[in-house]
């Protein structure tokens, strides 16, 4: 009869967390609810199946369920962050396994401060420059003069080495 193969696992599979059937790893495995049937799959399922699914599927609590949930340990550097983006009041105050969640929402809140930091002084390195070359303009420099100012340098440069090695040869 294929009628209990079919339903047997479907009432296994009802009974998984909704991380496992989504195909999304959950975090802590000492922190699941308890599984529950869909109401569909329940008017097939035995009650030995029904049994079966809650009994291997009960999460074994501690009496530190909150301290068994996977965590990371922060850097300084890290911890700064934590303060700076305002999770924690001191450093004093951060605990010593931070969630990783915590953590990845405080990098990225430093991202978007330092990206932020980094428009403003593109900005303020922008006015500056155009302020320099307005000045320079002012003053009646330009770089079309300053290169040419250069090239004369050199050849003249040139015109005196060669006349040494002139005078050089004819001693």
């Not at 001191?90 to 931070?98: Q, T």
Request: hydrophobic letters at 40%; one cysteine or more.
């Amino acid at each position: 009869m294929m009628f209990p193969r079919v339903v047997l696992p479907l009432c296994r599979l009802a009974g998984r967390p909704a991380g496992w059937m989504s195909g999304v790893p959950r975090m802590s495995s000492s922190v699941r609810s308890a599984p529950v049937l869909s109401s569909r799959v329940q008017g097939f399922c035995s009650e030995k199946a029904k049994a079966e699914v809650v009994h291997r599927e009960q999460p074994q609590r501690n009496s530190n369920a909150a301290t068994s949930m996977p965590g990371y340990m922060p850097s300084n550097k890290e911890k700064w962050m934590l303060v700076f983006t305002g999770r924690y009041p001191s450093k004093a105050d951060i605990p010593k396994e931070v969630s990783y969640d915590e953590l990845t929402a405080a990098k990225d809140k430093m991202r978007v401060y330092v990206a932020t930091l980094l428009v403003i002084l593109t900005f303020v390195c922008a006015f500056g420059v155009a302020m320099w070359g307005k000045s320079e303009r002012d003053r009646g420099e330009s770089l079309l003069k300053r290169n040419q100012q250069r090239r004369a340098d050199i050849r003249q440069k040139e015109i005196a080495d060669q006349a040494a090695a002139a005078a050089a040869e004819e001693k």
